[in-house]
């Protein structure tokens, strides 16, 4: 079975709410929909305290070319134009709306029939998937308008679509797979009339095989798209570690998916696009796993964006009392919440509850130089000799050693059995490693 050949571990997959069917969670009395909910920059707001929104109304428009437009998720009342505190615990612009009944855009098609014909050219095609505000919902929410754009001299000659979903515990890939299996795949064929591709390959691990069954009986429909199974090993979804495993190709360092003639989205993108682009709907909502082992309901839910995470957590139960961390996303590259009042973004794939003593890290001693973190690092990094000249902030020799490869998949520090935050020390330094090279780059 096909994988990816360099490093990986397989922590326990706790696919705990797998079989949960996606429950439409009620909508807040409030939100809070930030302004900068994609990699680039944040949009800028279009609507004032006091202004009337529907469902789907453009609040922000996203300016810079790496930027994606926002819309109301409700309608009702703008409260104010304030900072909130997001997932990542910082303050971030956002719009406060006071919810009065679901009134949606007129323009919006609700209807539960597929439409399948796409009479858009590729140029048509990727203005409303800007329109519509699409970014990446694997986590990296880079704008998927922007990535569609093909740069000069490159060529795309085929469509990688990442059902991976190899975080443990997450499921709501899973679920949409399954629930929305033909949708998706019309997304899909969207996609490739953009990029002017022939051929698309779906790759899903095969702890899905309800996901990899529905997918290619759906695809015998379907020109072009190939299914397929892949073993079990995280990190898989990432970029390079799903190209490498679907078709063989290596992504060198420091470039894009398009050297090598690919380009990737998640299944998640491609039902946001197949809505945007044949029902004329933005992307307000998503589905978002609640999980964790002491969760009295663990359930996949779809969700406006801007409901603060503290209403998926009171459907599932309320939080257990051994709660010892939430994090937003898996447990290998998800972060702690600072606030269960942060609201639910694009980029919100899961809200996971871990115990207290799971969330109890273990004693950290001094390296023993087994090179396990080596041996499973998927980018063939070093992530000890990182660690060391992180801290010891030897920035010149941190951008040598090639830091900014590292995809952050937490497989080094899963595996050291000495307790090091290597993960931690590789975030710093490539933050810091990043802010040189960009006041490099203004020179």
């Known amino acids: 079975m096909k994988t990816f050949a360099l490093g990986g571990v397989h922590p326990p997959e ?71 505190i997001d997932q990542s615990g910082y303050k971030r612009k956002a719009i406060f709306i006071d919810v009065a009944g679901d009134d949606w855009d007129e323009s919006i098609d609700r209807s539960d029939n597929i439409t399948r014909d796409c009479h858009l050219s590729p140029e048509e095609i990727t203005q409303k998937i800007k329109d519509m505000g699409v970014v990446g919902l694997g986590g990296a929410t880079f704008p998927t308008h922007v990535k569609m754009m093909v ?30 299996g033909e949708e998706t795949l019309v997304g899909v064929t969207i996609l490739m009339k953009a990029l002017k591709v022939e051929k698309a390959y779906i790759g899903i691990e095969n702890n899905k095989p309800d996901a990899v069954e ?37 992504v060198p360092s420091g470039k894009l998916p398009i050297e090598v003639g690919c380009v990737v989205q998640n299944v998640g993108t491609a039902f946001a696009v197949y809505e945007a682009v044949q029902k004329n709907k933005p992307l307000f909502e998503r589905v978002v796993t609640l999980t964790g082992k002491s969760v009295k309901k663990p359930a996949n839910y779809l969700v406006r964006i801007g409901t603060p995470v503290n209403n998926l957590v009171e459907a599932s139960g309320g939080l257990p009392e051994d709660t010892g961390k939430i994090v937003s996303g898996g447990p290998m590259m998800g972060k702690a919440l600072t606030s269960l009042e942060a609201p639910v973004v694009k980029g919100t794939s899961g809200i996971l509850i871990i115990t207290e003593k799971e969330a109890t890290r273990p004693k950290m001693v001094n390296c023993i130089r087994c090179g396990r973190c080596i041996g499973v690092c998927p980018m063939g990094l070093e992530p000890v000799l990182l660690a060391q000249l992180s801290a010891a902030e030897r920035w010149e020799d941190l951008e040598n050693e090639l830091v900014m490869d590292c995809m952050e998949c937490g497989s080094c520090h899963y595996t050291c059995p000495s307790g090091r935050p290597l993960l931690d020390y590789l975030r710093l330094g490539k933050n810091k490693v990043g802010q040189i090279i960009r006041t490099r780059a203004k020179k």
Not at 72 to 82: E, L, R, Y
Not at 152 to 179: F, Q, W
Not at 220 to 240: D, R, S, T
């Open 14 to 84: 706790n696919k705990i709410s797998e079989k949960a069917v996606t429950e439409v969670l009620a909508i807040p009395p409030k939100v809070y929909i930030p302004l900068g909910q994609n990699l680039g920059a944040p949009a800028k707001a279009v609507v004032e305290k006091g202004a009337l929104v529907k469902v789907g109304q453009l609040i922000g428009k996203g300016e810079a070319f790496i930027s994606a437009n926002v819309h109301s998720s409700v309608s009702g009342k703008v409260a104010k134009v304030d900072d909130v």
């Open 151 to 180: 740069p000069s001299g490159k060529k795309a000659d085929c469509l990688i679509i990442n059902g991976v979903e190899c975080e443990p515990y997450l499921t709501s890939d899973h679920r949409l797979m399954i629930e929305k």
């Open 214 to 250: 529905n997918l290619k009986n759906l695809a015998k429909k379907f020109k072009g798209i190939e299914v397929h199974a892949l073993k079990v090993k995280y990190p898989q979804g990432g970029e390079k570690q799903l190209i490498k495993a679907m078709i063989g190709r290596e």
